[in-house]
């Protein structure tokens, strides 16, 4: 579970009616009881109804139905449902929706991720990058997490994943080997994982004793040569695909033998199609 504050989905409510719903207003029909449901055009998985039904509550819409997140439906199914006032129904209907179909869809291609990967190797874990919209990590984070993918990191303050950005600072990679043991020290009960761009810095960084080595863009024909090769330097250091990777190629990609795949490919597919219908009680 994700905790998503009240604040946050205060905003979201205040960006969409900054002050009245006009044409509501203009056209006389506040104070008029009616029903919202949302309901999938398509087969997915489900993602945030838990958000979008606080959204209607906050507006004094009764939530009349809410498929928990992480479900998996078909096509027809009414996902979130509530009864109010017809001016608070038309504030919550584009906002639910906009968090309804972008997260829906995220999730629904999570799962499809973690089918296809799976699908050749049941133990290499699926995981979401950190590369994704400013403003939007919690409920995309949260949409992941209902379609089966982790994140690989949330932030800075997470974990320790070295780069060629931080290398040209440190002076190079030989640096890094020297300076590791000091490392290790300073962070006991954290793993270090390095990014390289060659075997030869794979195989510096597994007999350096670092505790999990990133492969970015490498092609699928070399890294299932190079995992082989690593593995036989330190059989329990974990190996991470990352870089271009989508539902396209990540069943290669699992199949190189790898532990991980890391992948921002699941916040780029098209929202899942939802519909919402409204009618008078």
């Known amino acids: 579970m994700i905790y998503i504050t009240d604040e946050m989905l205060d905003r979201l409510i205040k960006e969409d009616v900054p002050y009245i719903d006009l044409t509501s207003t203009v056209m006389g029909i506040d104070g008029k009881k009616g029903i919202i449901e949302f309901r999938v055009r398509e087969a997915g998985v489900v993602a945030c109804t838990e958000e979008a039904a606080k959204i209607l509550q906050k507006l004094d819409i009764s939530v009349r139905q809410c498929i928990p997140s992480g479900t998996s439906v078909s096509e027809g199914t009414v996902i979130l449902s509530g009864e109010g006032m017809s001016q608070a129904l038309h504030m919550a209907w584009k906002v639910c929706l906009n968090i309804l179909e972008y997260c829906c869809g995220i999730a629904t291609h999570a799962k499809k991720l973690v089918d296809s990967a799976n699908k050749i190797d049941a133990n290499v874990a699926v995981v979401a990058t950190r590369k994704s919209f400013p403003g939007t990590k919690e409920l995309i984070s949260k949409a992941a997490l209902a379609g089966g993918v982790l994140p690989h990191r949330l932030g800075l303050s997470e974990t320790i994943l070295v780069f060629k950005q931080h290398m040209c600072f440190l002076g190079g990679i030989?640096?890094?080997?020297?300076?590791?043991?000091?490392?290790?020290?300073?962070c006991h009960e954290k793993k270090i994982i390095v990014e390289v761009d060659s075997i030869e810095e794979a195989r510096k960084m597994a007999e350096a004793g670092v505790d999990g080595i990133q492969f970015d863009k490498t092609p699928c024909s070399d890294l299932a040569k190079y995992v082989k090769?690593?593995?036989?330097?330190?059989?329990?250091?974990t190996l991470i695909a990352a870089g271009g990777i989508t539902i396209n190629n990540i069943e290669q990609y699992?199949?190189?033998?790898?532990?991980?795949?890391?992948?921002?490919?699941?916040f780029h597919g098209k929202p899942l199609d939802i519909g919402a219908k409204m009618s008078r009680c």
């Not at 090769?229 to 250091?237: E, F, L, R």
């Not at 699992?254 to 699941?266: E, F, H, K």
């Open 174 to 186: 030989d640096s890094l080997v020297n300076r590791l043991p000091d490392l290790k020290r300073k």
């Open 229 to 237: 090769i690593i593995k036989q330097i330190n059989s329990n250091i």
């Open 254 to 266: 699992a199949g190189t033998g790898v532990d991980v795949i890391a992948t921002s490919s699941l």
